[in-house]
């Protein structure tokens, strides 16, 4: 079983809103990433998780909260967010058995701000 | 600057078409290297990864990639596409040492396959 899961699969938000994308694995993973996706680019690092603690922040602005609550969730924060922000949001996970490395994405969040 | 390039942007095939697709890159030492397709509107599925041994990799759905260190590519290869390939094909490298697990993707190759 290699799935990530991710909800909601869309978000509508304003600019005034607080949201919240949630990320979840079973793979006992313990690795976890988000990334952002814009049309037609390749994902775009924003967070590594790695055994719960933040090890990887890409200079990403504050609006974007990221927290793991334990090993098998992820979620991320949104609050007063920009049009600009509207991307596809995509969840992975990594470090399975002896294979760290390679990451397994989720089916992605696709956010529009308003 | 250290980067993965895809040079083609955009490929458009006849189906049963042979398809070769470029990554190079240019990080020195050991480079782990993956390929992943985005089918329009699904996620990145993993197609094939190399690490170490035969630089020769057979991955899922037909396709394999070749690692020629000397040129510093990781080129994706298919003999006979199919309509259903359609999709956006990304390569990426965890370049050596980086002490993460961090992907530097390349830009895609949208592929399009004509039935």
């Known amino acids: 079983d290699t799935e990530v899961t991710q909800t909601p699969k869309h978000l509508v938000m304003g600019m005034t809103n607080k949201k919240s994308l949630k990320c979840e694995q079973h793979?006992?993973?313990?690795?976890m990433y988000w990334y952002k996706q814009k049309a037609k680019k390749p994902p775009e690092l924003m967070f590594v998780?790695?055994?719960?603690?933040?090890?990887i922040n890409e200079s990403v602005p504050s609006r974007f909260s990221p927290e793991c609550p334990n090993s098998s969730l992820l979620n991320l924060h949104l609050h007063a967010l920009q049009p600009e922000d509207s991307a596809l949001y995509l969840c992975?996970?990594?470090?399975?058995?002896?294979?760290?490395?390679?990451?397994?994405f989720g089916p992605g969040t696709r956010l529009l701000v308003l | 600057a250290q980067s993965v390039s895809q040079h083609n942007h955009h490929v458009i095939l006849s189906e049963a078409a042979s398809l070769e697709l470029g990554c190079n890159y240019s990080?020195?030492?050991?480079?782990?290297l993956f390929w992943y397709v985005q089918y329009p509107g699904q996620h990145l599925q993993l197609l094939l990864k190399?690490?170490?041994?035969?630089?020769l990799v057979k991955g899922i759905k037909g396709f394999e990639a070749e690692f020629i260190k000397s040129k510093f590519s990781f080129n994706l290869r298919k003999p006979s596409v199919q309509w259903s390939d359609t999709a956006e094909y990304f390569c990426?490298?965890?370049?050596?040492?980086?002490?993460?697990?961090?992907?530097?993707f390349g830009t895609g190759t949208r592929l399009k396959v004509l039935a």
């Open positions: 992975a996970s990594s470090g399975q058995d002896r294979d760290l490395e390679t990451q397994y």
């Open positions: 793979m006992g993973h313990r690795a």
């Open positions: 998780y790695s055994y719960e603690k933040l090890s």
């Open positions: 990080y020195g030492g050991t480079v782990n």
């Open positions: 190399y690490f170490s041994g035969d630089p």
């Open positions: 990426a490298v965890i370049p050596p040492l980086s002490g993460t697990y961090k992907y530097i």
